[in-house]
């Protein structure tokens, strides 16, 4: 079957521009997550969806950064004001069920860069 | 707080060399242990687990052994592929937290012909 899919897969934008990032989650998986993955580092967690509500949005960085699944499925990153720094591969996972026991399926991620 | 700590890299290795990628974590609790790679051009896949002390996860010939006196999880490998080339993930998640996995920095493994 299809896995997580994310698009744009490379977007570049100039500082304090507004972007949006899309994440298409694995049909029939409730949880889905954002991470930030800057060059050389590992993926930082961002914010979890359990259905349609943020479960968890304590890796935002600031309030530049807003994410939304309004019918539980499809999900998309909101970045305001974009500054150099935003620039990352932003990763999107999905999973069945918010348990810790359930394997979180990543996509391929979106590359932003911020001029 | 928690936290993942593993060997940087490069590492270069020929081919049916062994591997070892050194791995310690910091956390409160029990945490779940994984180990990810990311193949070039490809996203994250989740290569083994390990969910209490002592387990060993295996998978594709790598293994690691989940040590909570030493709180380590290393990956090895007895014979490393030219396919191996990727970038290994470290990572942890704990069953009180909503479900974030906290990775390590990765290390990139090369394996030469």
């Known amino acids: 079957g299809a896995g997580v899919s994310q698009t744009p897969s490379n977007k570049v934008t100039e500082k304090g521009k507004y972007v949006e990032l899309r994440c298409d989650p694995i049909s029939g998986h409730t949880a889905l997550y954002w991470y930030r993955q800057s060059l050389g580092q590992g993926p930082e967690f961002l914010i979890y969806f359990q259905g349609t509500g943020a479960a968890d949005d304590s890796g935002l960085p600031n309030d530049r950064f807003f994410a939304v699944r309004p019918e539980g499925s499809v999900s998309t990153l909101k970045i305001q004001r974009t500054e150099r720094g935003d620039s990352a591969v932003y990763l999107c996972?999905?999973?069945?069920?918010?348990?810790?026991?359930?394997?979180?399926?990543f996509g391929p991620g979106t590359r932003l860069t911020v001029l | 707080g928690d936290s993942v700590t593993q060997m940087e890299g490069p590492v270069t290795l020929s081919e049916e060399a062994f591997l070892t990628i050194n791995c310690t974590y910091t956390a409160t609790g029990y945490p779940s242990l994984f180990w990810y790679v990311q193949y070039p051009g490809e996203g994250l896949q989740l290569l083994l687990k390990a969910t209490k002390a002592d387990d060993k996860g295996s998978n594709k010939g790598f293994e690691a052994t989940y040590r909570k006196e030493t709180t380590s999880f290393h990956l090895e490998k007895g014979s490393v592929q030219v396919s191996d080339s990727a970038v290994y993930f470290c990572?942890?998640?704990?069953?009180?937290?909503?479900?974030?996995?906290?990775f390590g920095s990765g290390t990139r493994l090369s394996i030469r012909p």
């Open positions: 990572a942890l998640i704990k069953y009180s937290s909503a479900s974030k996995i906290i």
């Open positions: 996972a999905s999973s069945f069920g918010e348990s810790s026991y359930n394997e979180q399926f």
